[in-house]
């Protein structure tokens, strides 16, 4: 199993640095996001599973010719109380430095699931005493604010949230394309898209591909929304709305941020350049390869 353990090393490292990267700077996921977003999460999937399986079927090497034969085999010794003999100091290395991977990485999703879920709370209690029911929509609240605002908040008791101004400023087509928007984010759940990449770039923020995904995935699932309103209403109108909701944003000291002005001025250029749907065999591409990089990792933590 030395072997395998080198080749998911190289893997998980690969895919952690130099593949992250570069996805994050390419610019074809703009054209496919749903696809870019298939990919990034088999990035991820796939680069935890090399990186943890190389530890793993380094440690256990000693014990059989395949990983499941010598889990077998660790298992029996321990029913013995027996210590498995081959396992050296540098085996019980690789274990240990596999097992305070899997620690950190599991341990900082956890703790990003617990604050999200308890922002999210406080939030919903919140908006349930400041905000008042919209007739026009079951579970949608409006903000007594004047500028336009609207975003949405998941979960199980979702809410959808426009203010005042929103509803004063932006006609009728244009608020459809809000909330077509913020409904999609509803329904495709990017809130769990993007929480396994907060896990991911913030376990190993010094390098630069895994702290780059959060960013880009943010980014991706914005463009899939967007995908979304613009097929069931007009592209100037979604345009029309993103630049009176995201200029009031920045202007409000809310989101004064330059990578925010950036995210906006990035999709109203994506918008006002009306792309085309990719070609079949395009879309196919990125689909494939993240079947093919979930596969890769998994075939050969059970090779012999």
Same mark, same amino acid.
């Given at each position: ?20 990267? *570069? $996805? /994050? #700077? +390419?610019?074809?996921? =703009?054209?496919?996001?749903? !696809?870019? %977003?298939? &990919?990034?999460?088999?990035?991820? @999937? ?47 290395? *690789? $274990? /240990? #430095? +596999?097992?305070?991977? =899997?620690?950190?990485?599991? !341990?900082? %999703?956890? &703790?990003?699931?617990?604050?999200? @879920? ?48 929103? $509803? /004063? #400023? ?70 029309? #709305? ?63």
């Amino acid at each position: 199993m030395i072997s395998n353990s080198a080749a998911l090393l190289v893997l998980g490292v690969l895919l952690a640095e130099p593949v992250s990267r *570069a $996805l /994050a #700077a +390419a610019r074809w996921p =703009a054209l496919d996001p749903t !696809g870019a %977003l298939l &990919l990034w999460q088999a990035v991820g @999937l796939a680069g935890g599973l090399a990186l943890l399986g190389a530890g793993v079927s380094f440690g256990l090497a000693p014990l059989g010719p395949s990983l499941p034969a010598a889990v077998g085999a660790l298992a029996g010794h321990l029913r013995r109380w027996d210590w498995p003999a081959g396992l050296g100091p540098w085996q019980l290395l *690789a $274990l /240990a #430095a +596999a097992a305070a991977l =899997a620690g950190r990485l599991f !341990g900082i %999703l956890g &703790l990003a699931v617990t604050r999200t @879920l308890r922002a999210r709370r406080r939030h919903r209690d919140l908006l349930d005493v400041l905000a008042t029911p919209w007739p026009a929509m079951a579970g949608a609240r409006v903000l007594a604010h004047p500028l336009p605002v609207a975003y949405c908040l998941p979960g199980l008791r979702s809410r959808l949230v426009v203010s005042e101004g929103t $509803l /004063a #400023a932006l006609s009728p087509a244009e608020l459809a394309a809000v909330l077509a928007h913020e409904r999609a984010h509803l329904r495709e759940r990017h809130d769990l898209v993007v929480l396994p990449f907060v896990a991911w770039g913030a376990t190993a923020p010094w390098v630069p591909g895994m702290a780059r995904a959060q960013v880009a995935v943010a980014a991706l699932v914005e463009m899939r929304a967007d995908d979304v309103a613009r097929a069931r209403v007009s592209r100037l109108a979604l345009a029309g #709305a993103l630049r009176r909701v995201g200029g009031a944003a920045t202007l409000s000291g809310r989101a004064t941020l330059t990578s925010f002005s950036a995210a906006v001025r990035g999709r109203l250029d994506r918008l006002d350049q009306q792309l085309d749907s990719p070609p079949l065999t395009l879309r196919l591409v990125p689909r494939l390869a993240a079947l093919a990089l979930v596969a890769v990792p998994t075939a050969v933590l059970l090779a012999p």
